[in-house]
């Protein structure tokens, strides 16, 4: 099928469909759909394939490919998510994602996105803000994965322990996920900012114990600081 076009009409996106269903590998579809654990179904087409797919749609205009926003398959969100990736203004990418993250159900879809925050610094920390108010758990996650980008930015980092400490009543696993790895990411990047916030911490205790385990997992530790950390595990 011919993916670089200058617009897509629906008629253009049912033989995409098709298309995608010719990569179909059912004999991993179960496996693939317990990783995700994704109501959706997934094809379990190969990651090289989705590249070369969102590679050609993207030689074209790929913003009237997304203006459909298939969502039949999994990979119909990667192709979505990876193409949202490509939008280098803040405005028009963020009309995209609000449409993509509402409809997210699974953490591959959030954790695809990338994010590039340079000279968009405030409207991207205020998407954060805005995000993890949202009564959807992966919209959520996308909120704090966005803050990724400035644990090693001096002017926002300290405002990023205060955001975790708004989840202390979370209860979804996969946003609780998220944070995990935010809290090692900083402890990484800002040791003595996240010794010093550990001292009086409202993160529940699934969050703080899973990021401490992640960062005595981690070789990027030292081996005396991953004992130290110990001593914040909540029993």
Known sequence: ???KKDFWTKKDI??????????DNPAKREWSTNILQTK???????????????????KGNYLSFLNFMVWEYYENTAVNGYLINKIKDFDTMKKYLDIYSAKADNWATCDLLKFDVKENEKKYFDLTLEYIKSSKPFVRRIG????????????FVDKIFPLLDKFQKEEHYYVNMMNAWLLCELFIKQRDKTLE?????KLNKFTINKGIQKCRDSYRITPEDKELLLKYKVK
């Open 40 to 58: 959706m179904l997934v094809l379990s087409i190969k990651t090289a394939d989705i590249k070369e797919i969102i590679k050609e749609i993207g």
């Open 197 to 201: 916030y550990l001292k009086n911490n």
């Open 144 to 155: 704090m994965s966005i803050l990724f980008n400035f644990v090693s930015n001096d002017k």
């Open 14 to 23: 049912e033989e995409f469909q098709k298309y995608l269903k010719t990569f």
């Open 1 to 3: 099928m011919e993916l």
